[in-house]
């Protein structure tokens, strides 16, 4: 089991920066692969970012390549999100999600561990 929160939410200008962090304990954070994914009122949750167990392999929505960027310090137990030139349409509740399956996937059932979310919104 594996027990995630994350942090560095807010409010921003549209062309702004964020950086949203998610910190992880329990089981073995390496054993992990982690993603972030969002959801904005009325819209289902869809998938931001995923990034393997080790860091060498990651994966990107189309809207957000190019401007959000995933990391992992499996030494801190922690997955980053850096999001640059922030566009109104990001805004929505992040959440950090874990899954032990190898492959990256979109899918949010195949992620069993999800931090609470944190709320990010972009004005205009």
């Known amino acids: 089991q594996v027990q995630l929160v994350e942090s560095g939410g807010g409010l921003v200008q549209a062309g702004g920066s964020l950086r949203l962090s998610c910190a992880a304990s329990g089981r073995t954070f390496s054993f992990y692969s982690m993603a972030w994914f969002r959801q904005a009122p009325g819209k289902e949750r869809e998938l931001v970012a995923a990034?393997?167990?080790?860091?060498?392999?990651?994966y990107y929505a189309d809207s957000v390549k190019g401007r959000f960027t995933i990391s992992r310090d499996n030494a801190k137990n922690t997955v980053s999100l850096q999001m640059n030139s922030l566009k109104p349409e990001d805004t929505a509740v992040y959440h950090c999600a874990a899954s032990s399956i190898v492959v990256l996937t979109a899918t949010p059932d195949r992620y069993p561990h999800w931090g609470q979310g944190t709320q990010v919104t972009v004005s205009s």
């Open positions: 990034i393997s167990r080790s860091g060498d392999s990651t």
